[in-house]
């Protein structure tokens, strides 16, 4: 018995194993590597310029280009009533690009302007290229 004072009574508590914390699951991206814009937008403006000279099929810029883009061009070469043979390609001078200037403004955005000659005329081009789905896309273009 105890006088004046709060008896209490202490139980022994057993003690608490804690689980080791579980690892944290992060995603690595195992595919190749987005190329540079400086690298690739030479590529794709070739490419562009050859299917606007008829020499190459349009549908080498389906994985490439955006769908508003891909109805301009295709538009473009309908209107042109260009179409790729091989003997219409040895025949006539092949288009060539003279100089490419890249711009990244973001790190997923590059703005690019191109200088093209076919025979003896210049053209410009404009692109903006963005990344979709782990790859450059062109989704605007401007020609002069």
């Not at 590597?33 to 070739?46: N, S």
């Not at 008829?54 to 473009?76: E, H, K, W």
């Not at 092949?94 to 955005?109: I, K």
């Amino acid at each position: 018995m105890t006088d004046g004072a709060l008896a209490l009574r202490y139980q022994a508590v057993p003690e608490v194993q804690v689980a080791p914390a579980r690892p944290v699951l992060r995603l690595v991206p195992t595919g190749p590597l987005l190329p540079e814009a400086q690298a690739w937008a030479p590529r794709l403006v070739q490419a562009l310029a050859e299917v606007l000279a008829g020499d190459r099929p349009i549908s080498q810029l389906v994985r490439f280009t955006d769908t508003v883009v891909f109805a301009d061009v295709s538009r473009r070469v309908r209107v042109l009533g260009l179409t790729t043979t091989a003997t219409a390609r040895g025949a006539k001078e092949r288009s060539a690009v003279r100089s490419v200037h890249v711009f990244t403004p973001a790190t997923e955005v590059a703005e690019v302007a191109a200088h093209v000659r076919y025979g003896d005329r210049s053209r410009a081009m404009a692109l903006r290229l963005e990344v979709h789905r782990g790859r450059w896309i062109c989704t605007a273009l401007e020609l002069g």
